[in-house]
Structures are given as C-alpha cells and as structure tokens.
C-alpha cells in the first residue's frame, strides 16, 4: 500500500512537469508570432495616391438648368370673317416683319367699296350744287339788304313811298331765310359725303383685313388652317409665330444667392453663360429678375437675353446656365476627393516625411472648371504647396508610412487626369 501511494504521487509530479512545460513552449511560439506581427506592421507603409493643393483665382458662379422661350409669341387670328385664298408663306420658315401670310376672299368687299365709292362721288356732286347755290344765294341776300337799308334811309326823308319800302325790307327777309336755307342744305350734303368717306374707308380697311401680314420677325409654325376653309372674326389660330433672336432662357436660383446676385449687378448686367449639350458656350446677359421668390421651390425665376444669331437656341429646349458673380482672388484649391468627413467636420489626411497626419479643413464651396474634375475650395487648415491623400484613406492610421503610387500636379488636378 505504502509503495502504491509513493507511485502515485510520482505520477502526479510528472504530469505537472509535463503540463508547465507545454504551457512554457506555447507561451514561448506566442510571444515570438507577436514580435514578428509587430515587427512586419512597423516596417509595412500604406500605399497611397496624392496631390499638391495648389492657389488660383477661382470665379464664384451660379449654375442651372435652364429653359428657352421666344422672347414674342403671336398667334395669328383673322379680323373678319371669310374665306381662305391662299396661304402665301412656307410653315415652319421665317417670316420678316410685314410679310404677306394669309390672303382672304375680298370680292363682296371690293364691290361694296365700289358702291360706297359711287356714293361718295354722287353726294360730293350734290354738296358742291349746295354750295353754288348757297354762293348765289348770298349774293341775292347782299343785294336785297343792301336795297332795303337804301328805301330806309329815302323812307326817312320822305323820297319813298312806305309801300315800296315795305316791300324791298320783306326781299331782303325772304333772300335772308333762303340764305339759312342754303347754309342748312349745304351743311347736310357735307355730313351725307363725312359719313358716306366713312364707310368707304371702313370697307376698305376690312378689304386691308383680307391680307394677313406678320406683326413680327420669327418663325412660323405649322399652319393650322388650309386654303378653301371658312374662319371667323378673331375665332380661329391661323398659325403662331415665335421671334427667335434675340431669345430669352429662364432659369432659377435657390433664394440665398439673391443677394450676391443683386451686389453683382450693381456694376451693370452680369454675363451669363448658356450651353446645349457639348456645343460651345453662348454669351447673354441678365436681363430680368422675378419680384418674387417661388415658395413651392425656394427659388426666384431670372431671364439672360442672348442673340442667337445662328438660331441655335429653340424655344422648349434645356440648357445649362452658369452666371458668374466674381471672381475670388488665390483660393487654395485640392480635388474634392481628399476632402473626408468625420464626427468633428472636415480633415484631410495631409503627408510629411512620408508620414500621414489629420489635418481639420474649412471648405467654402466645391468648384467644377470646364471639362475637369471637381475641385474643393479650402478656407483654411492647408495651403498651396501640401501634399494631400486622394486615394488610399482607409488604411490610413495617424502616424502611419506612406508609399506614394502617385502624384497629382496642378496642371493635371485642373485638367481631370490621375
């Protein structure tokens, strides 16, 4: 039993042994991976893409989306009611100020100014008659006042008999009242031919009604009604017309750039810039500026005025408006890429020595410079001439090493290459 015992605890010692030795080793293998992990992440860097902020002078603009819209638009309707002639124009072509568009039927009409002219000339006739008359009449009374005035004065002295005066004095009554008689008839043959000119110049203003001219220089749009058709008295749209140049393109901007807008105008009409898919830039200027703002949308509506000479701008289309403001003098600029978002604002991971670092940044706003990339308007936090990391930034760590894949000059920020 004693030997048993002494067997046993033997046993036990061995089994201790054995178990402090394993744990030994595995102690041993962790601590040397530990040291090797540690080791290949010092000397490991981070492979980065990055670029130099650099300064420019960077315009403050406003961009939208804008509309076209004729500057007139008229649409042609009859004065009178007729008939159809012809139709003098081609749809769909420009038309000048003045040009014969429509012609209407004016037979009835030309024949009713034929009658109305015969009356004129009948009723001129009679008021002329009036007048000889009136003329001969005035000479007859002259006379007649003249003797009786004479057979007074004789009366007087007692030379003339008083029924021979009473007699001249009673002609010279009667050539009187013939006299207004005359001057009444007369009167009315003039106020028979006013009203008979009258209504001669207004048939012939609605025979003028039967040829239909464009009030404006545009483009007509397709006929509505064909030659042979019956139209009424400004019923029916006969065609409209669109004046294309100049032309206006209306667009909004968000309420806040009202002001900048108004201080930038101050110096006269802003330019305003407008682009139809990848054709070039056609120049305007600021031409209106809504008195209200739009409450559904938070904007106010403006209108550019632009030339269009070539006839490139069409009513209906959309293009792409830039307005510029002013122009802000050295601003730092990098590629919105570097810019990174955290809990406490905005940072970019800045390289010095090879090593990254947090730098905090202020962004005023991002600017896009024709056929380029974005690029961030940097208030402060870096200047021109940092170095900044564009890609890589998830691996990064404060302190970290950098390899640099690459780095992006200004010419090559500005222009949109890597």
Known sequence: MQILKQRITALKRFDTQVILAVLGCLALTSCSRWTVSANATNAASVPVRVAVAFSEDVPLEISAVGNVEPMETVAIKPRIAGQIKRVEFEEGRNVAKGQLLFSLDSDALETLAAEQQAEVERDTALEQQARDLLARDAALEKQSREEADTALELAKSGILSKQRTDQLVTASETAQAA????????????????????????????????????????????????????????????????????????????????????????????????????????????????????????????????????????????????????????????????????????????????????????????????????????????????????????????????????TQSNDSVASGKK
Not at 184 to 195: D, K, Q, R
Not at 236 to 246: D, E, K, M, N, R
């Open 179 to 406: 006299l207004r008689s005359d001057q009444a008839t007369g009167e009315a043959a003039a106020g028979t031919v006013s009203a008979d000119n009258a209504r001669l110049a207004q048939t012939l203003v609605q025979i003028g009604f039967t040829r239909i001219r464009a009030p404006i220089d545009g483009r007509a749009g397709a006929v509505m009604v064909k030659a042979g058709n019956v139209v009424r008295e400004n019923d029916t749209t006969l065609v409209t017309l669109l004046q294309l140049s100049p032309i206006y393109v209306v667009f909004g901007v968000p309420e806040q750039m009202l002001p900048e807008v108004q201080r930038a105008s101050t110096g006269g009409p802003l330019t305003v810039k407008a682009r139809v898919s990848d054709r070039a830039d056609f120049d305007g200027r600021l031409a209106f500026v809504d008195n209200a703002v739009d409450a559904t949308t938070g904007t106010i509506r403006l209108k550019a005025v632009f030339r269009n000479d070539n006839g490139a701008l069409w009513p209906g289309q959309f293009v792409n408006v830039r307005v510029r403001l002013r122009v802000e003098q050295g601003r730092t600029l990098v590629p919105t890429s570097a810019i990174q978002e955290g809990l406490d604002g905005k940072y970019v991971w800045q390289i010095k020595s090879g090593v990254a670092t947090i730098v905090p940044v202020t962004v005023s706003r991002s600017y896009k410079p024709e056929e380029s990339r974005e690029l961030a308007v940097v208030g402060s936090g870096i200047g021109p001439g940092d170095t900044v990391v564009t890609e890589g930034h998830l691996r990064l760590t404060p302190g970290a090493k950098v390899t640099v894949l690459a």
